[in-house]
C-alpha cells in the first residue's frame, strides 16, 4: 500500500551538489518524521538528516551546514539539497519516514508504521 521512492541520485564531483528527493505514494494520511539515511559500502547505515511534522530539522554532524533537508506535504515529498559534497558522502541514499496509513476497511482505524525506499546511489569523487 505504502510506498517510498527515491530520486536523484548520481555522480559527481566533490563540491557539486545533487537534489535527493523521495516520493510517497499509497493510502496515506500523513507523514510524520522523515529521514534520510545513508550507507556506504561495508559500513552500518547512518542517519543523515531527520525532519518532524512540526518542520524540525536535524543533522549529522558530517553534512550540517552542507544539506538541507525538506518536505512538502501536500506533494508528499521529502527532498534532501546536498551542496559541497565530499568523497565521503559517498553512498546509497534511503528515505524513511514514519507513515499514517489509510485504512481500506471502512471503520479501521489510522496507524502509524515506518516505511524506507530502496534507495538510491550517490558517487562522489574526489
Known amino acids: 500500500q505504502v510506498q517510498l521512492v527515491e530520486s536523484g541520485g548520481g555522480s559527481v564531483q566533490a563540491g557539486g551538489s545533487l537534489t535527493l528527493s523521495c516520493s510517497a505514494s499509497?493510502?496515506?494520511?500523513?507523514?510524520?518524521?522523515a529521514n534520510w539515511y545513508r550507507q556506504a559500502p561495508g559500513k552500518q547505515r547512518e542517519l543523515v538528516a531527520s525532519?518532524?511534522?512540526?518542520?524540525?530539522?536535524t543533522y549529522a554532524e558530517s553534512v550540517e551546514g552542507r544539506f538541507t533537508i525538506s518536505r512538502n506535504n501536500v506533494r508528499r515529498s521529502i527532498y534532501l539539497q546536498m551542496n559541497s559534497l565530499k568523497p565521503e558522502d559517498t553512498g546509497v541514499y534511503y528515505c524513511?519516514?514514519?507513515?499514517?496509513?489509510?485504512?481500506?476497511?471502512?471503520?479501521?482505524?489510522?496507524?502509524?508504521?515506518?516505511?524506507w525506499g530502496q534507495g538510491t546511489q550517490v558517487t562522489v569523487s574526489a
Open positions: 524513511n519516514a514514519d507513515v499514517e496509513a489509510i485504512p481500506t476497511v471502512m471503520g479501521g482505524r489510522v496507524s502509524s508504521a515506518n516505511y
Open positions: 499509497g493510502r496515506i494520511f500523513s507523514i510524520n518524521t
Open positions: 525532519i518532524t511534522e512540526g518542520f524540525t530539522t
